[in-house]
Each structure stands twice: as structure tokens, then as C-alpha cells.
């Protein structure tokens, strides 16, 4: 039994000297350097890291004195969770990517510093105008500028040619209308004899986070779901309950989606599988289609009922507060190296995302890119229709408010005008001290 | 064969068809798994017996994330807490079960409470905690929080007081003192609950997530869970297959200890009224 106890010892202090060697090594960066931490929301080893890791390297390399310390944080919502666990300890990243949406949770915690102050020189302030109005909707509030779009998306419509010439239909025309859509997916839905469908018409994905996928029903609709402030909801708007109609009519009444909740994770498999002909999704998909697509496919922007229209989505940069003013002044410039006009078009090729900026379009590579794929450029003509993603003061109440009404009508437990009627009430509820 | 005999027949063949039925849900996502990661992509939603077999999956997986280091980092989170917890807990369960000194009820009650706490309630202070101490972006940082285990103290506890005092009076008075007493008669006793404990301890700290991703930063600390993160950036779209590859191969060396040591568990359990 002792000498059980012994080996025990033993294994125990092994265990702790191994752990404390791994945690001893850190960056071995020299005093007078400017780190900086820079969280990013992506898990380690994809081929997204290699990207940011380059990116990084490049910047230390023209700026030696600034290190960037780059921490991949998982999910958005992993690395928000961390940047305000961060914060509240005292320990703030420096940088960090979140969703823009992001914006008035990080404005109401005190995290995060505007740009503003920032821009001395004419140059800083050209940059700041530089990029597309359609994603500064989400990155401005109260006359102030707090994030720089960074990897921003917008929901496209992707067709499968084969499908449309196979039920009669002009391979190289989407649907262009709400109407059209339900007549050409009345068409593209196969049914055999007993009535079991081996390919729907379409698929509005409706898990995660269905209030984006409806933003796309509803900008088309030509209402708007809040204010800029952020303050107020209009989710009861009869344009609204008339856009959700819509989505549940397409599987209730046309029958040519699937009915109930459609997973989001999943929509683009049921494309690639034919098991749909249509599919909404984000730009983000954009390469992830090409790849893996094996049959020749189209990219639409959203059809158009009163208007047209999408919102826009993805991650801003934000600078969080407590650092020194040098410390800023690097940061501030990591984030416009990361913004050029080339840096943007390069981002916008390996990822899928869209550039950001105008110029990023006219650079030599991204011409290229959309000659040889202009698939790629129907999300960026498709911006000047887009509108600000769901946005408000305590954001992630106020949307599950939403996502909850829409998926109760979706799945029929309410119909989309009680649904929408409590949502909104609940979401008044929520921002009642905001007003 | 009496009525009550043919009753009792025929309540046993239900509860056996009862089992067989759970048993059967409870092993579907596995058997899922197992298809979707050792077949093409094409056959995850797709089940025809003739489906090719592959190991890409695996391979696919294996290269996304550097999983070797993760494992190591796991495999030393998680001895390095259940050593610190089986050390604290044997000593505090058998101060409170067999000493008696003033405010132990008190000390013991608020151990209790610690019961009744989500730990994900106390990031933010511990994770000041672990800045105070230097500690984060460290493994020691993630196990800390979990070592003294109020559950472990609580279980043991309540072991420790089922032992016959008798055989604690014997031991005193063949000369051994109380750390004596306690190594030999009350750990061996206790033998079923330490394994069954420390089954629970590790797949809790091999499964843990949350805070192994906020405390820590860097590849060289954080463990498979925060890895695995990889597979869900859904902004792309999810591969079934490589996903169930990942889950598969992260979770294998638990289940290969549940196999292996399977009877031991499972008496264990029994033994130590945790079912």
C-alpha cells in the first residue's frame, strides 16, 4: 500500500512538471515590441488559418515593432463569449473579429472604442468612407463608426441547371420574382406515384439563424425589421406577417419546400445531392458549391416582390478599450493594412466572402477571378438592394425572440400572424430600457 | 405454472424487450457515426450495403487540426485533475467523516453548496483568478477549477461513513496512526467508488468545453474538444463524414477503456449507488 502510494506521488508529479513546461511556452517576443492580441473566429488548423497566419506574418514583417498575436476563437459565438470573459476579467484582446451585429451588446458592455477618434489624416478619412454603405449600416450608430467590415456575406440564390432543363425550364434563367418562384418550383418538384418527393423546388433553410435567411423575405417585401438606433422592432408590421405567409406557403400551400424546420448545416448537401433545386444560402458557400457541385449551377440574387433585396452578414473588426495610445495607433493600422483595397480582393477569392470595398473590384486579381467565375460578382451587384442584418440592443434576446416566432410558424404550431404579434411584444419587452 | 409466476414471465420479457428497444436508440447515433465516417461522402445520408469503404475520412480529419498535440493536452488535463482530485478529496472526505473540530459542518455545508453551482457561472471570476496567478493559457489553468471537487468530497464522504468503526478501532490499536488508518482501511474499501469516480471525472474533463476555450489561447494547451471546434464553422457548410471521423477518433480512447474495463465499471457503479 506505501509503495502504491509512492508511485502515486510520482505520477503525480510528473503529470505537473509535464504541464508546467507546455504552459511555460509563450511568445518570445522582445520588450520594447507592441503585442497585440487579435481574436478570430475560426478553429486552428483549417486552411482559413493558414490565410490569417500569412496575412499576419506580412503585416510584422513591414511593421517590425508590432506583434500580432493571432487567437483563433472557435464560433462567433465562442469567440464573443471569450473576448467579454476577457474583458471582464481585465484582459481584453486588443483586436477582435465578431459579427457585426455584435455591435450594440459590445456598445453596451463598454468593450469596445469607435474609430473615429482615430482618423487624423485625410487619408484615414477617405479609408474609413472606402467601403461598401451596405455593410457600414451595421457598422454605425449614433453618428459613430464602431467596426470595419472584414468577411461579410450576403444570402444568394444558388440553381442547379441540369434540374431546370430536366423539368422544361431555360437552364440560364433563376427565377426572378416571388411568383416565378413558385411557379418554376411547382415544376422543379418531382413526386412519384405515392406522392413522396425525390426533389423539391427549393429550400429557405430555417435553423441557427432563421431571422437572416428571413431578412431576405422581407427586404423583398420592402419593410425593415428595426430602426438604426436599435431601439425598436417592427416585427408585426403587415409586411412582415405577409413575407412570413410567404415562406409557410411555400412548403404548406405550394408544396415545394419541405415542410417544418430546414437545417441550415446541411442545405448545401441537399443541393449537391439534388435533393433540392434551389437553394438560399450565404456567399460564405460560394466556394464550398464550386467545389463540390457536380453539376453546372447558377448564382441569382434573391428574387424581388415590392423591392429587392438581402441583408448583409459576417464579421466586423473591432478594438476593444484599455490599451495604451500606442498600443491603438498599432492596432488601428493592423486593421487598415488588413482592409486594402488588395488585401480585400485576395481575402474576397480564398474565401468567398465579399471584397468589402468598391476599388477591392477593380483590382487586376479580382477581375480576373469574375471573368473566369462571375457567379462571384452577383453578391456584390446584389449590395446596393442590401440592408442591415437584425440588429439591436441586447441582440441575442431580442433575435431568439424572432427566430423563435419563426420557426413556431414554420413548423404550424402558430400562424404567421400570431407569431409575429408575439415576437414583437416580447422583443418591446426586451428593449423597453433602451427607449 | 401459477398465475403470479406467468405475470412475472410476462413482465420480465417486457422489461427485456424494454432494454433491447433503449439499448437500440442509445446505440443508433454511434452506428450512425461508424457509417458516415468509413464511407464516402456521397453514402452518409445514403445507406446501400454495397457502399464502398474508405479511410479518407479519417485521414481528412486527422490532418484539419493538430490532434496529436491535442491528445497529449487532453490525455494530461485529464490525469493531471483526476490525481489532484483523488489526493484532495480522500483527505477532505475523511476529515469531514471521521474528525471532528470545530465549524466542520459549517465547512462541510459549504462544500454542499459548491454542488448546487454551475460552474460556467463562475468563468469570468476564475478566469481573473487565473490572470492573478500568471496561469492563463496554461493546462494547469484549465483543471484547476475542477480539483477540488465538492462531488468527489460528497461521495467519498458518505463511503468513508459506511465503513464499520470497528475496523478503524482495530487498525488504532495495532499502532497505526490516522493517515495509516486511512490508507489501509478506508481507501481499499472504497476501492469501487474511486473507479467509478474517476470514470465520471475523466469523460467529464475529456468532454469539457467551454472553459478549456476561453482560458486558453494557443495549440500547445488547448484540448481535443476546442480542437474538434474546426468542423463547425457552418458558415460552409457541414461534412457529415469527416465530422463523424473526428468524433469517432476523439472519442475513441474513452470508448476502448469503457470496453475493455467494462465489468469492472459496471460493478462499480452498482457497488457505489451511482447509476
Known amino acids: 500500500m506505501f509503495c502504491t502510494k509512492v508511485k502515486w506521488l510520482a505520477a503525480i508529479a510528473a503529470v505537473a512538471l509535464v504541464a508546467l513546461a507546455t504552459g511555460i511556452m509563450t ?59 476577457a474583458f471582464k476579467s481585465g484582459e481584453p484582446p486588443d483586436i477582435a473579429v465578431l459579427l457585426s451585429t455584435d455591435m450594440f451588446t459590445l456598445i453596451d458592455e463598454d468593450a469596445i472604442t469607435p474609430f473615429d477618434d482615430l482618423l487624423k489624416t485625410d487619408a484615414d478619412k477617405t479609408w474609413a468612407k472606402s467601403f461598401f454603405p451596405a455593410f457600414m449600416e451595421n457598422s454605425q450608430t449614433g453618428g459613430k463608426t464602431w467596426g470595419i467590415p472584414f468577411q461579410r456575406s450576403t444570402i444568394v440564390m444558388f440553381w442547379n441547371k441540369d434540374a431546370f432543363k430536366d423539368a422544361g425550364l431555360d437552364p440560364d434563367k433563376a427565377p426572378d420574382t416571388w411568383d416565378e418562384l413558385v411557379a418554376d418550383g411547382g415544376k422543379l418538384t418531382k413526386r412519384d406515384a405515392s406522392g413522396n418527393v425525390s426533389q423539391w423546388g427549393i429550400e429557405i433553410p430555417s435553423t441557427g439563424f432563421p431571422y437572416w435567411l428571413f431578412q431576405g423575405l422581407t427586404t423583398a417585401d420592402d419593410v425593415r425589421l428595426m430602426n438604426q438606433a436599435g431601439t425598436t422592432t417592427y416585427f408585426d408590421k403587415p409586411g412582415v406577417v405577409q413575407a412570413l405567409q410567404y415562406w409557410v406557403d411555400l412548403s404548406r400551400k405550394y408544396k415545394i419546400q419541405p415542410e417544418g424546420t430546414i437545417e441550415w448545416g446541411t442545405t448545401p448537401k441537399d443541393f449537391f445531392e439534388r435533393k433540392t433545386a434551389i437553394m438560399w444560402t450565404s456567399t460564405g458557400n460560394l466556394t464550398n458549391v464550386r467545389a463540390n ?16 433585396g438581402s441583408p448583409t452578414g459576417g464579421g466586423n473588426f473591432y478594438l476593444f478599450k484599455k490599451m495604451a495610445n500606442e498600443e491603438r495607433d498599432a492596432a488601428f493600422k493592423f486593421v487598415k493594412w488588413m482592409t486594402t483595397p488588395e488585401r480585400a480582393a485576395d481575402w474576397g477569392i480564398a474565401t468567398g466572402y465579399v471584397a468589402v470595398r468598391p476599388d477591392a473590384w477593380d483590382t487586376s486579381k479580382m477581375k480576373k477571378y469574375v471573368a473566369d ?48 404579434t408575439d415576437a414583437q411584444q416580447e422583443a418591446a419587452r426586451i428593449l423597453k430600457p433602451y427607449q | 405454472m401459477s398465475a403470479t409466476e406467468k405475470v412475472s414471465r410476462g413482465s420480465e420479457a417486457l422489461e427485456i424487450a424494454g432494454a433491447w428497444l433503449l439499448a437500440l436508440i442509445w446505440i443508433l447515433p454511434l452506428a450512425y457515426a461508424v457509417w458516415a465516417a468509413i464511407h464516402p461522402s456521397e453514402y452518409s445520408a ?124 482495530a487498525a488504532r490499536v495495532e499502532g497505526a496512526g490516522p493517515l495509516q488508518v486511512l ?19 475523466v469523460s467529464y474533463h475529456w468532454n469539457n468545453f467551454l472553459w478549456p476555450l476561453i482560458i486558453t489561447n ?28 473526428a468524433t469517432l477518433m476523439t472519442s475513441a480512447p474513452l470508448l476502448l477503456a469503457f470496453l475493455l474495463f467494462q465489468r469492472q465499471f459496471v460493478q462499480s457503479f452498482m457497488r457505489a449507488g451511482i447509476r
Not at chain 1, 497566419?53 to 500580432?68: M, S, T
Not at chain 2, 494557443?218 to 463523424?244: E, H, K
Open chain 2, 183 to 201: 490508507l489501509k482501511v478506508y481507501v481499499p474499501l472504497a476501492k469501487p467508488v474511486y473507479i467509478a469516480y474517476g470514470l465520471v471525472s
Open chain 2, 46 to 169: 445514403h445507406f446501400a450495403p454495397d457502399a464502398p469503404l474508405t479511410p479518407q475520412n479519417f485521414i481528412k480529419a486527422w490532418n484539419a487540426a493538430p490532434f496529436a498535440w491535442y491528445f497529449l493536452n487532453t490525455f494530461i488535463l485529464v490525469t493531471m485533475i483526476l490525481a489532484a482530485q483523488l489526493v484532495l478529496c480522500t483527505l477532505a472526505a475523511y476529515a469531514f467523516a471521521r474528525f471532528s473540530f470545530a465549524g466542520r459542518d459549517v465547512a462541510f455545508i459549504l462544500v454542499l453548496l459548491q454542488l448546487m453551482i454551475m460552474p460556467d457561472v463562475l468563468i469570468v471570476e476564475n478566469y481573473r483568478t487565473m490572470t492573478a496567478l500568471g496561469l492563463v493559457d496554461t493546462i494547469p489553468a484549465i483543471g484547476l477549477p475542477y480539483m477540488a471537487s465538492a462531488f468527489g468530497i460528497f461521495l467519498l464522504r458518505q463511503t468513508f461513513k459506511t465503513v464499520p468503526r470497528e475496523l478503524d478501532e
Open chain 1, 293 to 308: 457541385a457536380k453539376f453546372p449551377f447558377g448564382v441569382a440574387m434573391l428574387p424581388a416582390h415590392q423591392g429587392r
Open chain 2, 218 to 245: 494557443s495549440v500547445s494547451t488547448r484540448p481535443l474538444t476546442v480542437g474538434l471546434q474546426i468542423f463547425a464553422s457552418a458558415d460552409q457548410g457541414i461534412d457529415w463524414s469527416v465530422i463523424t471521423a
Open chain 1, 373 to 420: 467565375f462571375p457567379a462571384a460578382a452577383v453578391a456584390r451587384d446584389q449590395l446596393k438592394y442590401a440592408v442591415a442584418e437584425l440588429s439591436t440592443h441586447d441582440n441575442q434576446r431580442v433575435t431568439k425572440a424572432l427566430n423563435d416566432g419563426l420557426q413556431a410558424a414554420l413548423t404550424g404550431t402558430k400562424t404567421p400572424q400570431q407569431a409575429m
Open chain 1, 27 to 85: 511568445s518570445a517576443a522582445t520588450a520594447k515590441d507592441i503585442v497585440l492580441s487579435f481574436y478570430y473566429p475560426v478553429a486552428v488548423g483549417g486552411p482559413i488559418t493558414k490565410i490569417i497566419d500569412g496575412y499576419v506574418a506580412d503585416f510584422e514583417k513591414e511593421n517590425p515593432g508590432i506583434k500580432i498575436n493571432a487567437i483563433y476563437a472557435g464560433t462567433y459565438q465562442d469567440t464573443l463569449t471569450k473576448a467579454l470573459t
